[in-house]
C-alpha cells in the first residue's frame, strides 16, 4: 500500500507583459522538511544522519529515500535515492517512518502564515511557496527585513527553519532559496547575478534535470557561468529555443509573474504523492480524481477551454508536462477527459517512481453560466476508466488537433 498524501493548489503563474516593470519575488522552501519535523518530533535524531523512508528496507532492501537530514546528504544521500543505495552510503542512518498528517499539518501553519501577508502567493508544493512582495516592498532592503520577520514568525508557530530567496523573477527567487540552505535567505538583483551564478552547478536551474544536464555538457556546459556569458544568439546557435530560455532566465529576464484570484487565465491541481501511487492502474485512479477537482473548478468558475495539460514529476526532479489543444472552446468533459489521458498514459510506467501529478485547463473563456451547469449534469461520467479501451483509443487516428508542448529535456 503506497503512503500517499495529496496537496491542491492553482498554477496562477502566467507570462506577463511589462517587462519593464521590476518586481520583488519570494521563493520559501522549508528545509529537509520531512527530516526537520522528525527530528522535532524526536530530539534525540538531532545531528544524526536520518532517513525518511520505508522502515524495513534493511530487511527487503525496497523503497526509495523521502529525504534526510544533512548528516546524511554527506554520505550522499538525497530525496529519490533507492533506499538500497542509501544504506550502502551511509550504513549508520537511522530510518524513520513517514508522518504525512503532521507535516501537512506544519506545512498549512506555515502557508497561513504567509497569506496573512495579503500579497500574491502561489503554493508551489508541499513545502514551497512564491509571494510577490511588490505590493508591499518598496526595495529589496524592506524585502530583506520582511524576510528576517517571516523565518522568525515561522520559528515560533511551527519550529522549522526554511530558506528564502529573493529575487526581480519567480524562477531567480526560487534559485536563491537554495543556494544558502539551510536557514539561509540569499538576495540576488541584477547586480549580483554573475557573482550567484560563478561555478554553480547547471543542475541548480529549476528545470533542469539529470538528462538535460548531461546534453548540455555534451556541449560543453557545465556551470551557469558559462551560460551566463555567452551571446543570446550564440546560445541559440548552440540549443536552439532552450538557448534563449537559459539566457533570459540567467539575465533576470523570463516574466512570469503571480497571477491574482480572479485574473487566471489557467485552472489546475496537482497531487504530491509521499511515495510512489504505486501500480500504473492506481496512478491512473488518482489521475482520473484530479481530472474530476479540475473539471468541477472549471465548470464552477464558468469557463470553457482549448487546451489540457497534464503534469508528471518523478522521484527525483524530472517533470513532465504535456499539452493538447482543440480548435475551438468546450467544456465537454468526456473530449477533455479523453484529451488528458492520451497525455498522461505514457509516463505513468516510469520506473523512477510519481511523485506528484497534475491536471489544467488553459486557454480559457468566460461561459454563460446556465449553459455551463446544464452541460456539468447531462453529460456521461463513466465511473471508471478503462485502460485498454484508452490504449486502443490512442492507436486509432487522432481525431483531435494535437499541439504538444516538449518539456525542457526534449529540446535537444
Ligand atoms: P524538497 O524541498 O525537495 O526537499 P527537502 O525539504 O527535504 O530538502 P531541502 O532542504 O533541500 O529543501 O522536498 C520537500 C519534501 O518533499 C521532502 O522533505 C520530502 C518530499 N519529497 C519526496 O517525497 N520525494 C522526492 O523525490 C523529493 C525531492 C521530496
Ligand atoms: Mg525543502
Known sequence: MSNFSYEEFNVDEEEYDNENESRINLHLDIDYFFAQVEILKNPELKGKPVIVGHTEARKDGRGVVLTCSYEARVFGVHSGLAMKIALDRCPDAIIVKSDYQEYKERSNK??????????????????????????????????????????????????????????????????????????????I???????????LALTKIPGIGKKTAERLKKKGFVTCDQIFHR?????????GSSGEYFYRLVHGETTNRIVPRGERKSVSHSRTFVGDPGDIERSMEYFDKLFDSTYETLIKEEFSTKTVTATV????????????????????????????????????????????LGVGFSNLKKRDALQTSLDFFTEDMPEKIDIESLRAERTKPEVIEVEEEPSLDDYF
Open 189 to 199: 538583483t541584477h547586480n549580483t547575478l554573475e557573482s550567484i551564478f560563478d561555478k
Open 110 to 187: 506555515i502557508m497561513n502564515i504567509l497569506r496573512n501577508l495579503e500579497v500574491p502567493m502561489r503554493q508551489a508544493g508541499i513545502d514551497e511557496v512564491y509571494l510577490d512582495l511588490t505590493p508591499i516592498c518598496d526595495d529589496y532592503q524592506q524585502a530583506v527585513k520582511l524576510a528576517a520577520d517571516i523565518k522568525q514568525e515561522i520559528i515560533d508557530e511551527v519550529q522549522l527553519t526554511v530558506s528564502i530567496g529573493i529575487a526581480p523573477t519567480l524562477k531567480l527567487a526560487k534559485i536563491g532559496s537554495d543556494y544558502n540552505k539551510p536557514d539561509g535567505v540569499t538576495i
Open 231 to 239: 551571446s543570446k544568439s550564440d546560445l541559440i546557435n548552440l540549443l
Open 313 to 356: 514529476r518523478f522521484n527525483g526532479f524530472d517533470t513532465i508536462t504535456r499539452s493538447q489543444s482543440i480548435p475551438h472552446y468546450t467544456t465537454e468533459r468526456a473530449t477533455l477527459r479523453s484529451m488528458a489521458f492520451q497525455l498522461i498514459e505514457p509516463h505513468l510506467s516510469d520506473e523512477r517512481g510519481i511523485r506528484l
